[in-house]
């Protein structure tokens, strides 16, 4: 059974930094890419960063590009969300996601608000 769980969301000042992880179990975690996305209270649920199975190849949307840094620990199986220079605007809900076997799996997400 596909388990995520997050952790690491908190309440931080507009140019702080928080670092949020995502464990991972029940599948063979460094074969599959890893995502981030989160929500804003009223906004549809967006992409933020993406890295990949292979290579550790990353992606990110383009409103947090040189902000956040993603990475995982094949190891560990986790995935982390490296989030510096954080405004207002990055408050919301952040869920880990992976795609396997055509199905989607989300975990339970973490709160991260930016507020002075």
């Known amino acids: 059974q596909v388990h995520l769980v997050e952790s690491g969301g908190d309440v931080a000042q507009p140019g702080g930094s928080l670092r949020l992880s995502c464990a991972a179990s029940g599948f063979t975690f460094r074969s599959y890419t890893m995502r981030w996305y989160r929500q804003a209270p009223g906004k549809e649920r967006e992409f933020v960063a993406r890295?990949?199975?292979?290579?550790?190849?990353?992606n990110y949307a383009d409103c947090v590009k040189g902000r956040f840094t993603i990475t995982r620990d094949d190891a560990k199986n986790t995935v982390y969300l490296q989030m510096n220079s954080l405004k207002p605007e990055d408050t919301a809900v952040y869920y880990c996601n992976a795609y396997i076997g055509m199905t989607y799996y989300w975990g339970q997400g973490t709160q991260v608000t930016v507020s002075s």
């Open positions: 890295i990949s199975n292979i290579g550790g190849r990353t």
